[in-house]
Nanobody
């Protein structure tokens, strides 16, 4: 059974940092696209960052470029999202997502390109 478990959310002041982790069990994070999404109640789930296959394959939504960094640790089978210079507009539930096994998978911010989802971790930023 594939499971994605996010941790690391919490409440910080504006300008602060958080690092989200997504521990994956039941499958490997290798050879598939991995991503982070976020959702505010009443709104659609939006792509934040994604990793495809190969070096330099990370992409980000414009609002987080230069502030967030996605990475993966293959040995720990874990995906990360380092979030710096947090703003109140970053408040959301953050979800980890994994695509199908595909050694040619490109990064994507489209939720339809992902098969597996975690339960989410809440991020709150106070001004």
């Amino acid at each position: 059974q594939v499971q994605l478990m996010e941790t690391g959310g919490g409440s910080v002041q504006a300008g602060g940092s958080l690092r989200l982790s997504c521990a994956v069990t039941g499958t490997t994070i290798v050879a598939r696209r991995m991503g982070w999404f976020r959702q505010v109640p009443g709104q659609e789930r939006d792509g934040v960052a994604s990793l495809g296959i190969g070096a330099g394959s990370a992409i980000y939504t414009d609002s987080v470029k230069g502030r967030f960094a996605i990475s993966r640790d293959v040995a720990k089978n874990t995906l990360y999202l380092q979030m710096n210079s947090l703003k109140p507009e970053d408040i959301a539930m953050y979800y980890c997502a994994g695509g199908q096994i595909d050694p040619r998978a490109y990064a994507s911010l489209q939720s339809n390109d992902y098969r597996y989802w975690g339960q989410g971790t809440q991020v709150t930023v106070s001004s």
